[in-house]
């Protein structure tokens, strides 16, 4: 059976400096992947890639079979690829539902976009009891809400989310990850990257551990979990 995303020997640069230095994996359907490492490692450049924000200057990308190398990234969108940023990157002025509804700006089933605000604010029930109130007026862990809220509004086949934990306080990067936990039981594949390693690992199918450009180390989510190497440098532990 086919992956639905393939990566392989994948190299991206900005200028002469090489950040992703010839990767490889892959993401089965029903799957949570997971790329964890320390700042600098390339995650995010990785996403970036796929999403098709950033040129590789080498490898390739295939996509349910299809390659990505001369696709835009609104085309990318439209195959069913979607990115939940670093950053968020929402509409600070714009209402929460108007925001939801940019995420659906490649579509025309207007009974179906319907049905996934409502699946959205069913995900996450704080954000439909503000649905009129100002993007900008919420908490960093709501609009982390919104963020992913609106990346699911375009029904990606892979839904790509970059660090959304990140400055969350404790209780909510719990209901963040419990959301992943559920996004998971749906049968949503999901590439996922993440400074907290143990969360990511967790609920991940498969791990890829990058350091400086590389995938150093893979392995199926508990076995990175437990390993010990990883356990050293990634969770903390003596």
């Known amino acids: 059976m086919t992956a639905l995303l393939e990566v392989e020997d994948l190299r991206v640069a900005y200028g002469k400096i090489e950040a992703v230095k010839g990767i490889s994996f892959k993401v089965d359907a ?8 320390t700042n600098g490692a390339g995650k995010t450049t990785t996403l970036r890639t796929l999403s098709g ?5 080498g490898g390739q990308i295939r996509f349910n079979g299809k390659s990505l190398k001369k696709v835009p990234a609104h085309q990318i969108v439209s195959l069913g690829l ?5 950053g968020r990157h929402i509409f600070p002025r714009m209402t929460i539902e ?15 976009i319907e049905k996934d605000i409502q699946r959205a604010y069913d995900l996450f029930p704080i954000l439909g009891e503000r649905r009129k109130q100002a993007a900008g007026t919420l908490s960093g862990g709501e609009q ?8 699911l509004m375009s029904q990606p086949k892979l839904l790509m989310l970059d660090e959304p934990s990140m ?38 199918d498969q791990g ?10 893979s392995g199926s989510g508990q076995n990175l979990l437990h390993d010990e190497s990883v356990r050293k440098a990634y969770l903390g532990e003596d």
């Open 30 to 37: 029903g799957q949570v992947v997971t790329l964890i490492g």
């Open 167 to 204: 400055g969350l306080s404790p209780i909510m990067m719990q209901k963040i990850m419990a959301t992943i936990a559920e996004l998971k039981s749906q049968g949503t594949t999901i590439l996922l990257v993440e400074q907290n390693a143990q969360a990511a690992l967790s609920l991940a």
């Open 53 to 57: 924000l950033l040129k590789p200057v």
């Open 208 to 217: 890829h551990v990058m350091e400086i450009g590389n995938i150093v180390l």
């Open 82 to 86: 979607a990115h939940s940023p670093e």
């Open 98 to 112: 108007d925001n939801l509804r940019l995420g659906a700006f490649l579509r025309t089933d207007k009974p179906g």
């Open 144 to 151: 982390q809400m919104l963020a992913m809220g609106r990346a």
